[in-house]
């Protein structure tokens, strides 16, 4: 069911004083191309969804944050002023992005809020970048006077990953959670920061994500690998080629000429990133002559990639791409990070509702659950609601 406004409020009125605040909203993302290419420097080609965080905010006249999260039923209290912060995680995200905010000089002071959300968790579609933005945006318009500029804003719920919560994160979740425009994609060049939009509305096609609803686990070891196989890989490049800085720049020759210096999970993984490079740029080409096929083929072949050379997939997933194939969809692929959660469909609109019956069918009778069938809609990036 779709969040709504009066969800948090009456939550809000109802574990503090009976007074209102302010409210704000920040969305999930989807991925349609360009997967684990955002910490190598890489391209990206996200857009926001209508799914998301909302949060009432009301300066309490302390030093504290009282917090309430609605989904878990759960109140946290932390003062700014504390180094060590926190221990519910999902109250460290809140703490890390009050703290990173003040490190950018914005005079944050206590609040009460209460926060709820709509993205389904561990489903690769981003519903921590959501509450890292959802605050980042608010805290900067409550203490900030909107001062601090938006992929800053990004950058502190990144920080808030790595330093509070652990995971190494690139910065393609939180800047199109900040950033998303309603029906648009959006292409963000990770090394320098720019982006365009591409208005999304492809005739005769949808884009659909079916959850497997295995969760994932980024934080710890297995995100945090994938990124160091990258910079090895990039590192022993570097140190032939010094003109290539990260793997954005490589080559699969360059990638051969040092494959004696590395393991071979390395170069395996540092092969995956540099085809993804390429295959950004061909669905954008793609996508401006209006060619959904080819875009398809290159979701294809990066799910091959993230399953066979990135090894972030399962078996939930690949059998979902293997039944999306059967049923003639025009790309499939794992979305996000990996390690459970989506894959994203892109289909014809002929084929899309027997491709998601079949979808259903097949996985339940596989799996013994349903997956979970979301039909995607490109919404706003954060923003304030009330
Ligand atoms: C997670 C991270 C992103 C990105 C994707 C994979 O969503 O938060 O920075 O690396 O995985 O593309």
């Not at 020759?253 to 995956?272: C, K, P, T």
């Not at 892109?346 to 013994?368: D, I, M, P, R, T």
């Amino acid at each position: 069911m779709k969040l709504t406004i009066e969800d948090v409020r009456t939550r809000f009125i109802k574990h503090f004083d009976g007074s209102t605040g302010s409210v704000y909203a920040a969305p999930g993302r989807i991925n349609l191309i360009g997967e684990h290419t955002d910490y190598n420097d890489g391209f990206v080609f996200p857009g926001a969804v209508e799914q998301g965080m909302i949060a009432e905010i009301k300066p309490n006249g302390t030093r504290k944050v009282r917090a309430y999260s609605i989904d878990m039923k759960d109140l946290t209290e932390f003062s700014l002023d504390d180094e060590k912060g926190p221990s519910a995680s999902w109250a460290r995200y809140i703490f890390g992005v009050c703290r990173e905010m003040m490190a950018l000089g914005v005079p944050v002071q206590g609040f009460n809020t209460a926060f709820a959300g709509d993205v389904p968790l561990g489903a690769g579609m981003s519903s921590s970048a959501a509450l890292e933005s959802v605050y980042a945006y608010a805290l900067n318009d409550l203490w900030g006077e909107n001062k601090i500029e938006k992929m800053e804003l990004a950058r502190v719920g990144q920080r808030t990953e790595h330093k509070y919560i652990g995971c190494n994160c690139g910065i393609m979740d939180q800047a199109i959670s900040i950033l998303g425009k309603k029906g648009s994609l959006m292409r963000l060049d990770c090394r320098s920061g720019e982006y365009n939009y591409f208005p999304w509305n492809p005739q005769g096609y949808k884009l659909v994500l079916v959850n497997s609803c295995v969760k994932h686990e980024l934080v710890g070891s297995p995100y945090n690998d994938r990124r160091k196989s990258c910079e090895n890989a990039a590192a022993a490049i570097n140190k032939k080629f010094p003109e290539v800085k990260s793997l954005r720049d490589a080559t699969y020759e360059q990638l051969d000429a040092v494959r004696g210096d590395i393991s071979e999970e390395d170069a395996l993984r540092a092969h995956y990133v540099i085809g993804e490079r390429d295959r950004v740029l061909t669905v954008c080409e793609a996508l401006e002559k209006g060619d959904y096929e080819t875009v398809g083929q290159m979701m294809y072949q990066t799910h091959e990639g993230l399953s066979k050379e990135y090894e972030v997939s399962c078996e939930e997933l690949d059998f979902l791409n293997e039944i999306a194939k059967e049923e003639g969809v025009t790309g499939s692929r794992i979305m996000g990070g990996g390690f459970g959660g989506c894959t994203i469909n892109l289909v014809s609109e002929e084929l899309y509702a027997n491709f998601v019956k079949v979808a259903v069918e097949k996985f339940k009778a596989k799996f013994g659950k349903k997956p979970v069938i979301i039909d995607v809609v490109i919404g706003d990036g954060a923003r304030k609601l009330l």
